[in-house]
């Protein structure tokens, strides 16, 4: 059982930043791909940032240039820097792998961007 612990939400003003961090509890953290969803009130869960095992990076249009994903296998640790936020960003942030076909989820972490 893989299990996935997500921190580092809160409120934010606009233009703020926070870093999320997700711990994996695995010892094959670094074989796993692994990547950060965000689901707003009303709204279906998307795909924000990937990164793979070999640390190739993919980011949904609307976060790219502000958020970045990165890795440290050392660590069992996913992080989300999240720079510039905006209020259309608030959202619950939830953690993310697969392996053996299975997918993995985080408890999630409440962001929201409000003045």
């Known amino acids: 059982q893989v299990q996935l612990v997500e921190s580092g939400g809160g409120l934010v003003q606009p233009g703020g930043s926070l870093r999320l961090s997700c711990v994996v509890s695995?010892?094959?953290?670094?074989?796993?791909?692994m990547g950060w969803y965000r689901q707003a009130p009303g709204k279906q869960r998307e795909l924000v940032a990937r990164?793979?095992?070999?640390?190739?990076?993919n980011y949904a249009d609307s976060v790219k240039g502000r958020f970045t994903i990165s890795r440290d296998n050392a660590k069992k640790t996913v992080y989300l820097q999240m720079n510039s936020l905006k209020p259309e960003d608030t959202a619950v942030y939830y953690c993310?792998?697969?392996?053996?076909?299975?997918?993995?989820w985080g408890q999630g972490t409440q962001v929201t961007v409000s003045s």
């Open positions: 990164i793979t095992s070999t640390s190739s990076t």
């Open positions: 993310n792998t697969a392996t053996n076909f299975l997918p993995y």
């Open positions: 695995t010892n094959f953290f670094s074989s796993y791909n």
